[in-house]
């Protein structure tokens, strides 16, 4: 083995920057595999609303939105149901189609409803048309020409006694931003 | 020398330290199981996302079906037991997708499969925040199986540290009626469990 | 320099094992149908055979193929319920992979979903057959062991894990329509 002092030096030397280059690759790692994890928290808890008011077109996510209908029926079981459309002219209805979207409704305890799949009963009777129209997403887009309104719907079932309802609707690409519309005072 | 015997003395008491945490730690299953919230029969038991009440428990050798007019029957090689009772989601719309029945012993049974989804049962179902909804949970298993059953429900199988809650049913295991049948409705509650009593 | 010594004697040593392994092929047990085959997980008795076109459910299918069919009983011996049987009773086809089999409860007739702990069941397990491969007078049905490990060695996880076969068993193919 060779021992000559300058040899130790440079080994020691070497040790040492070592350990200093640790103490920089390790939380560099560490902050490296926990970003995407950061991220996908951000997205889906940092929320910004863009408010709107039920009527009135609004700019969301490259397109023209507007809330055309947020009314509140007796359901068929004891529950409340809350039919919202709304319809979005978009320049590339395609594209827009092609983002997932989500379209909740939450009360002011922050209790949160997901549209129902099947109407309630008394949406077939009361609002018939309300069922030619479909869920935001892909297929409401699918046959609009640009410059031509898609038109949506979402239904929910809710506890009557629910109050300050506010609806909102999110698109993957938009986010943090939604689209958020408070329910009309009668 | 004294270098070998060191190295060989370092690597085994490293190897023993390993073989030690690799057993005294506890099991995997055990570091990624659900949080349970326990209960009885009758009472809502609330988990962090949802509660459950129970008020319900037949058992039979035979179990009937009657959809549309259509009937089935389900004969087993053990016994049927069917379990009803109450879910209500409590701040956000979800679904319970599983439950089990944990036998006295630590057998788990699953929700039966055989029994198509024209009969409505929890796990096909939707829960929306403050609508209480009346659930059907319907396992299939060996008699010894039944008394002091737990019954489990959780959102899904695959959520590590979600919420789950157990309610142990205290079924003695021997009043088995010969055969019950479950009609569905086409108006009021979704189902009928026949006999009724 | 030890630690590379010591990973190039390990890789040697397995290496060898697998040549070893391949010269000489562990001895299979054969068993005749209708004995109890307990596989670790399963109790597995095969029954009959047949090669036929109609699934157990008795309905014809719209575009008839090549079946061939396995009757057998089974209980899950294990503490959840499990469908995987696929991985322990396997059949063979001349120079071709078979797809992964169908099961059919006998009790309905129809496709089986879970089998639940302690419950002795039949059930039909069916292979679509390469159409222009004949059905063989008989056919050579494998089983497969599983063990339980309390501990993985990745995540310290309990499961079951497949093991070498413990039985062949030999059944005669009857020709059903």
């Known amino acids: 083995m060779d021992s000559s002092p300058a040899k130790v030096t440079s080994t020691r030397r070497g040790y040492w920057l070592s350990m200093a280059a640790l103490v920089v690759a390790v939380p560099a790692a560490l902050a490296a595999q926990t970003w995407g994890s950061i991220k996908d928290w951000r997205a889906q808890h940092l929320r910004q609303p863009v408010a709107a008011t039920l009527g009135q077109p609004v700019d969301y996510a490259g397109a023209s939105w507007t809330v055309t209908r947020f009314t509140r029926l007796a359901g068929s079981g004891g529950n409340a149901v809350v039919l919202a459309e709304f319809e979005a002219v978009a320049a590339d209805p395609k594209a827009l189609g092609a983002i997932p979207c989500e379209v909740r409704l939450a009360d002011e305890s922050g209790r949160a409803w997901q549209p129902t799949l099947f109407a309630d009963p008394v949406l077939r009777q009361q609002y018939p048309e309300a069922e030619q129209r479909s869920l935001c997403g892909g297929v409401a887009f699918a046959a609009i020409e640009p410059g031509q309104p898609a038109r949506m719907v979402a239904s929910f079932s809710i506890p009557p006694a629910a109050s300050s309802l506010t609806l909102s609707i999110a698109l993957r690409s938009a986010l943090p931003n939604y689209l958020s519309v408070g329910e009309p005072r009668t | 020398m004294m270098r070998v015997v060191r190295s060989v003395l370092a690597l085994m008491f490293a190897a023993f330290v390993l073989y030690g945490m690799q057993h005294t730690r506890p099991l995997y299953s055990r570091i990624t199981s659900p949080i349970a919230y326990s209960g009885g029969m009758n009472k809502r038991v609330e988990a962090s996302a949802f509660a459950l009440s129970l008020d319900s428990v037949r058992v039979a050798r035979v179990l009937n079906t009657e959809t549309f007019g259509k009937s089935k029957t389900y004969t087993s090689s053990g016994v049927w037991v069917v379990v009803e009772g109450e879910a209500e989601a409590k701040f956000e719309t979800l679904g319970l997708t599983s439950g089990e029945w944990l036998s006295g012993s630590g057998v788990r049974y699953v929700l039966t499969d055989r029994v198509p989804a024209t009969i409505e049962m929890m796990s096909g179902d939707v829960y929306q925040p403050g609508l209480p909804r009346r659930v059907l949970l319907m396992f299939e298993m060996p008699e010894d199986a039944v008394a002091g059953g737990t019954v489990v429900v959780a959102r899904t199988k695959l959520l590590p540290l979600d919420d789950e809650i157990r309610i142990a049913t205290n079924v003695s295991g021997k009043d088995i009626e010969p055969a019950i049948t479950i009609r569905r409705n086409d108006e009021g509650p979704p189902w009928t469990v026949l006999p009724q009593r | ?177």
């Open chain 3, 1 to 177: 320099m030890i630690a590379g010594l010591g990973g190039l004697a390990a890789s040697a040593i397995s290496f060898s094992m697998t040549l070893y392994e391949a010269a000489h092929p562990p001895q299979v047990p054969v068993m005749q149908a209708g004995q109890q085959i307990d596989t670790g997980r399963w109790f597995v008795t095969l029954r009959t055979a047949r090669t036929g076109t109609v699934p157990p459910t008795g309905v014809p299918q719209s575009q008839p193929v090549k079946l061939v069919m396995v009757d057998m009983d089974v209980v899950n011996r294990s503490a959840t319920p499990n469908n995987v049987l696929y991985r322990v009773v396997t059949i063979s086809a001349p120079a071709q992979k078979l797809d992964m089999p169908t099961a059919y409860l006998d009790r309905d007739k129809y496709l089986a979903g879970y089998f639940n702990p302690n419950m002795p069941e039949r059930l039909t397990m069916v292979w679509e057959w390469p159409a222009d491969v004949p059905v063989p007078d008989k056919i050579t049905v494998t089983v497969t062991g599983q063990i339980y490990k309390r501990r993985d060695n990745l995540y310290g996880a309990s499961g079951w894990y497949d093991r070498e076969p413990v039985a062949r068993v030999d059944l005669p193919v009857e020709k059903a329509p």
